[in-house]
């Protein structure tokens, strides 16, 4: 029976790996985290009986203790704990479903440990490319990726030679303001940004996927995940979300993975490779599929995406800053603290006032992090 640990089980990409577990009853959760959730988290330590739970919050994780002092559990907190779910001796993968960079460091502990990364952290890919896929080569791990978009380029190049891959396509809805005037976006309120389309995620993600920042963070992530050059990675609008990327070859050849746009598939991908498993759910009906339709990306009118762009061709800590500044502003925007097309803004002004380090370490990366967060604080 494979053995797994879970970082952020009550997050979507969490609570959506925890259902796939339950259903095919052939996988063994070892280590759960959580942010502050402890009411979820409970649940899940009783259903599944982990021997270890980590919560990042000190105070929660004694309530958390004191809830469940009927059952054998190590409860831990802070980073430490963090760490300590990553590196666990049983597990023989880490699913990496919490959000933000603080799930840069459990991710080396657990790489160093030998254990699989199913990573839908982008952060860990975006700020710490350059230090976690060699990484990864060096201790022979594998990452496998559950965002659905890095999932569907893995499956296309499954059985391919990787070396005569010409182009990556890299899919977007184009969010809920795809065909809404740019003069709008002023009036753009907190529950229209959260009604994605297509997906359902959770928040944070889904305001990304509004403002297409989402989707550079993606191109970013793909440039390491596949060792693709920036300028053989294409976006590409495609509104009805079935097919969810594709792969380019020098032949001319294009390869996709189409689908229904459930979470769940690329998950299971991950948990089980390079065995498929059955999963429940919608199938594609491709005669009642009306249309597939494809646009160019507006650069424009999604500044966010342009900027991306710009970071990932600058490199070095400018990732850092983008996201971190990205971070700091969706989270000001969910508490109505700022409008909607002040994150772009915000994004651009921590960019501008960045001086680039080369190569940046993990303190560095964290340091810089901090730093993008406090001069933001300071002005807005």
């Not at 963090?82 to 960079?101: C, H, Y």
């Not at 296309?156 to 740019?182: V, W, Y």
């Not at 990327?245 to 020098?250: D, L, N, P, R, T």
Request: net charge negative.
């Amino acid at each position: 029976m494979k053995k797994i640990a879970i970082l952020g089980s009550t997050g979507s990409i969490g609570t959506q790996t925890l259902e796939i577990v339950r259903e095919h009853k052939d996988i063994e959760i070892v280590a759960l985290s959580a942010g502050t959730n402890i009411k979820l988290l409970e649940k899940q330590i009783r259903e599944f009986r982990p021997k270890v739970a980590a919560v990042y919050d000190e105070k929660a994780a004694k309530e958390l203790a004191h809830n469940l002092r009927d059952i054998d559990l190590e409860i831990v907190s802070g980073m430490d704990g963090l760490i300590q779910v990553a590196e666990i001796k049983d597990s023989q993968m880490l699913v990496t479903a919490i959000v933000g960079m603080i799930g840069i460091v459990p991710t080396v502990h657990a790489i160093r440990a030998g254990k699989d990364i199913a990573l839908a952290n982008k952060e860990t890919l975006v700020t710490a490319g350059h230090i976690i896929m060699p990484l990864a080569e060096e201790y022979g791990v594998n990452i496998l990726p559950v965002d659905s978009e890095h999932s569907a380029i893995y499956q296309s190049m499954n059985g391919e030679n990787r070396s005569q891959i010409e182009k990556l396509l890299i899919t977007a809805s184009g969010g809920p303001f795809r065909t809404l005037d740019k003069s709008k976006f002023d009036n753009i309120e907190l529950e229209d940004a959260l009604k994605h389309p297509n997906w359902s995620m959770g928040q944070k993600i889904t305001i990304d996927s509004a403002t297409m920042v989402n989707k550079g963070l993606e191109v970013m992530e793909a440039k390491w995940l596949f060792d693709i050059d920036l300028e053989n990675i294409q976006v590409v609008v495609h509104p009805q979300s079935v097919i969810h990327s594709m792969v380019q070859y020098i032949d001319g050849a294009v390869i996709a993975q189409l689908g229904t746009p459930d979470m769940k598939i690329p998950i299971q991908y991950a948990l089980y490779f390079p065995d498929r498993k059955p999963l429940g759910g919608e199938r594609l009906d491709f005669a009642s599929l009306a249309q597939m339709t494809f646009e160019k990306p507006d650069f424009d009118k999604f500044k966010g995406l342009s900027l991306a762009f710009d970071a990932a061709k600058c490199g070095g800590s400018m990732p850092t800053v983008f996201n971190a500044a990205n971070e700091r502003a969706v989270a000001k925007f969910l508490s109505r603290k700022i409008e909607f097309n002040k994150i772009p803004e915000i994004i651009e002004f921590a960019m501008q006032s960045h001086k680039v380090m080369a190569a940046p370490s993990i303190d560095n990366i964290l340091n810089i992090e901090q730093a993008t967060y406090e001069m933001i604080e300071s002005r807005w």
